[in-house]
C-alpha cells in the first residue's frame, strides 16, 4: 500500500471528532477482519458520505435516507457490503449524541437494515433448501437404480453403467512404455 493510500485511510480516524475517530477505527478494523471491500477505504468514504448526507437532511428523514441509498447504489456495493454500511449507520446513530433529534432517520435505517438482514437469510435459506431437496432426490433415484437398470434394453443398460463407472472406481493412471511396469522388489519393501 503506498504511503498517500494509507495517509488518505488514516485522515478518517484522526479528526478532532474523538467519538467519530473511534467509530471509524473500529468499522476499519472489523473491515480488515472480514474483508469485503476490495479497499479499506472505500467502506469509510461510504460511511463518511452517508453520515454527511443524513445530517445535512435531518429535519426531512424520508427525504435523507433517500438520498443516502441513491447514493449508495451509485456505488453498487454488493448485499453484504450493503449491509456492512447499514449496521454502522446504526451504531453510529444509536450511540451518538446530537443537537437535534436523529431517531427517525435511525428507525428508518433499521427498518432497511432489517428488511436487507432478512433478504439475506432468505436467500440462504433458500439455497440450502435446493441443495437438501436435490440431496434427497438423488438419494432415492439411487435406491431405485437396480429396479430401473432391470426394465432397460441390455445396451441401454450398459452405457448408463459405463457412464456411472467412473463415480464408482478410481481413475486408471496411464503407464508410458519408458516408466514399464513397477518393480516388484520396490513393491514388496
Not at 433517500?66 to 457490503?81: E, I, S
Request: proline share 6%; hydrophobic share 35%.
Amino acid at each position: 500500500m503506498k504511503q498517500k493510500e494509507i495517509e488518505a485511510i488514516e485522515s478518517y480516524f484522526e479528526t478532532e471528532n474523538d467519538h467519530w475517530n473511534k467509530f471509524a477505527f473500529e468499522m476499519l478494523c472489523e473491515q480488515s477482519q472480514q474483508g469485503r471491500f476490495e479497499s479499506p477505504e472505500t467502506p469509510l468514504q461510504l460511511f463518511s458520505n452517508s453520515v454527511e448526507v443524513l445530517l445535512q437532511h435531518f429535519e426531512h428523514p424520508f427525504k435523507a435516507v433517500k438520498l443516502f441509498t441513491g447514493q449508495l447504489d451509485k456505488q453498487n456495493p454488493n448485499p453484504a457490503q450493503r449491509l456492512f454500511i447499514f449496521d454502522w449507520l446504526c451504531k453510529y446513530l444509536e450511540q451518538s449524541e446530537f443537537d437535534f433529534d436523529m431517531k427517525p432517520i435511525e428507525d428508518l435505517l433499521k427498518s432497511h437494515r432489517d428488511k436487507l438482514k432478512a433478504e439475506s437469510q432468505q436467500e440462504k435459506s433458500l439455497t440450502k433448501n435446493i441443495r437438501q431437496t436435490l440431496k434427497e432426490t438423488m438419494q432415492k433415484e439411487i435406491e431405485r437404480l437396480p429396479e430401473v437398470l432391470e426394465t432397460l434394453e441390455p445396451k441401454e443398460r450398459l452405457n448408463i453403467l459405463c457412464k456411472l463407472m467412473p463415480f464408482v472406481f478410481p481413475k486408471v493412471e496411464s503407464v508410458s512404455h519408458a516408466q514399464g511396469e513397477p518393480d516388484e522388489h520396490k513393491i514388496n519393501w
